[in-house]
């Protein structure tokens, strides 16, 4: 089973400062089969990212997905108030597996 | 539009037995695997099993495998999530998901909270 290692735990930053969240897999991803998804307190997570870099629909470009293999990043360019939530990575390369990462917290410092 | 419709929340004591719902709509239920997501107090999302209702091909993670017991009713378009005997640290949101092979999970429904406790 893929292990995803989420980095940072917490993200402290400021509104309009840039975002980087790391997400690492213990073995390859196969064809980037990556998604990122966001989740606000009482809500269900949302789908941003998948194929490790395609915005899901309606997502604002701000996101942005990258990486290939075993060491993927989502970045939020220039972040907003509602951007301040968790983050997870999950692969999905294999529906006998679909693992989660940790999940990172972007918190407003 | 599609919807993956959960029941309500559950207060239930150790040892009890539960079996919640999660009602699709808006697309053909048959194509799509449901799956299960926990997320317990605080903590964060947890891949619990799938189930293709098209034929009640089922999957599920190591970390639940004999915990729990998914299934599906095709015929109202709705997938299950069962436990023969809670225990305390069941306490948990969860969340089904639509999922189709190689693609993520892309409509979730509201949640169910589930609270364990004597």
């Known amino acids: 089973e893929i292990v995803l290692t989420q980095s940072p735990g917490t993200l402290s930053l400021s509104p309009g400062e840039r975002a980087t969240l790391s997400c690492r897999a213990s073995q390859s991803v196969s064809s980037s089969y990556l998604a990122w998804y966001q989740q606000k307190p009482g809500q269900a997570p949302r789908l941003l990212i998948y194929?490790?870099?395609s915005r899901a629909t309606g997502i604002p470009d701000r996101f942005s997905g990258s990486g290939s293999g075993t060491d993927f990043t989502l970045t939020i360019s220039r972040l907003e108030p509602e951007d301040f939530a968790v983050y997870y990575c999950?692969?999905?390369?294999?529906?006998?597996?679909?693992?989660f990462g940790g999940g990172t917290k972007v918190e407003i410092k | 539009e599609v919807q993956l419709v959960q029941s309500g929340a559950e207060v239930k004591k150790p040892g009890e037995s539960l079996k919640i719902s999660c009602k699709g709509s808006g697309y053909s239920f048959t194509s799509y695997w449901i799956g299960w997501v926990r997320q317990m107090p605080g903590k964060g999302l947890e891949w619990m099993g799938i189930?293709?209702?098209?034929?009640?091909?089922?999957r599920y993670s190591p970390s639940f495998q004999g915990q729990v017991t998914i299934s599906a009713d095709k015929s109202i378009s709705t997938a299950y999530l069962q436990w023969s005997s809670l225990k305390a640290s069941d306490t948990a949101m969860y969340y089904c998901?639509?999922?189709?092979?190689?693609?993520?999970?892309?409509?979730w429904g509201q949640g169910t909270l589930v609270t364990v406790s004597s």
């Open positions: 998901v639509r999922h189709v092979r190689l693609w993520p999970f892309d409509y």
């Open positions: 999950q692969q999905y390369g294999s529906s006998a597996s679909l693992t």
């Open positions: 194929g490790a870099s």
């Open positions: 189930i293709y209702p098209g034929d009640s091909d089922t």
